[in-house]
């Protein structure tokens, strides 16, 4: 005898399958929602009725073991022993099986509980995360949620896709230039959730000079100017012809500029104008201090 196949369409558009043998369908419900499994039991006599969830016994006949929160025995008609479902949790995704005690199957259940998505932080990157330049960088976002969810990565203030997708961010040699912020975006049927990861790219300081050799003339304005690249940067700093550290004072000030988006720094020393003479002719030395080591450049200034 061939099989017949029924299809039955539920509000929650559950498919269902009936075969000679029980009765087989897959059903996806909503968090905190309620539905009914169905289960018919058309032979006379006194037997035993049992739900289970996986091998877990729910319910004898009326009786209910198991979540007695949230399930009851529902019959409609004497021949049903169906199993109301109510409150869904996430956890309540399993098979059920309504079957005779005696070990016949009556019908087989495959309940889906659909959820929002989720971002686990407890194993995906911190909201600030630290690599070493030319290091291999892997962000990592694990989520959850049925269906499952679609994982989006994007870049900056203005949320960039950059046409990576799934729980991985791997940039392999990771340059200074890769320092931002990047958001792991997620979303499915029920909703979507992000979460912002500020990457900080870590670098021995650079330091340059833009003339490594000046020439002025007594009571001109001299301006002498570094680029320090570094990240963190302790400190920046210049000495003058006699080794001391310059700070702002009736002779010098000291001016800090920054560029947007990567770690440069430019530290201009002025030597005021009518104030420079011969006795300020000498080596002046800007210094860029990182975590660990420190780097200078050296300036050989000439006044006449």
Not at 170 to 199: F, Q
Not at 252 to 263: G, M
Request: overall charge neutral; glycine content about 4%.
């Amino acid at each position: 005898m061939e099989e017949i196949t029924f299809v039955l369409i539920f509000v929650l558009q559950s498919l269902i399958v009936k075969s000679n043998a029980f009765l087989q369908y897959e059903v996806r419900v909503k968090e905190n929602d309620e539905i009914t499994l169905r289960c018919v039991e058309k032979r006379t006599g006194s037997r035993a009725i049992q739900w289970l969830k996986g091998s877990l016994i729910l319910t004898t006949n009326n009786k209910v073991h198991k979540h007695n929160s949230h399930l009851l025995v529902d019959k409609p008609s004497p021949e049903e022993w169906n199993l109301l479902v109510s409150r869904i949790t996430k956890s309540f995704t399993d098979v059920y099986t309504c079957r005779v005690k005696q070990g016949e199957i009556l019908s087989n259940v495959t309940l889906i509980v659909e959820t929002g998505p989720r971002i686990d932080v407890s194993v995906s990157t911190p909201e600030q995360t630290y690599f070493t330049e030319h290091s291999h960088a892997i962000l990592k976002c694990k989520v959850s949620g049925e269906p499952p969810p679609k994982i989006t990565w994007k870049r900056g203030t203005s949320e960039t896709e950059i046409g990576i997708t799934g729980e991985s961010l791997r940039i392999p040699h990771i340059e200074r230039y890769a320092t931002d912020v990047y958001i792991c975006y997620v979303n499915n049927t029920h909703g979507d959730v992000k979460r912002r990861m500020m990457v900080n790219v870590t670098f021995g300081p650079e330091v340059t000079v833009m003339n490594s050799t000046l020439h002025s003339s007594a009571g001109e304005e001299v301006f002498l100017v570094c680029r320090i690249q570094a990240y963190p940067l302790l400190d920046a700093y210049w000495t003058n012809n006699t080794n001391e550290i310059v700070k702002d004072s009736w002779k010098y000030t000291l001016h800090k500029e920054k560029e947007d988006n990567i770690p440069v720094t430019y530290l201009i020393m002025t030597i005021k104008p009518s104030i420079s003479s011969i006795n300020d002719t000498g080596i002046y030395t800007c210094f860029g201090v990182g975590e660990n080591n420190l780097k200078n450049a050296t300036v050989k200034l000439s006044i006449s």
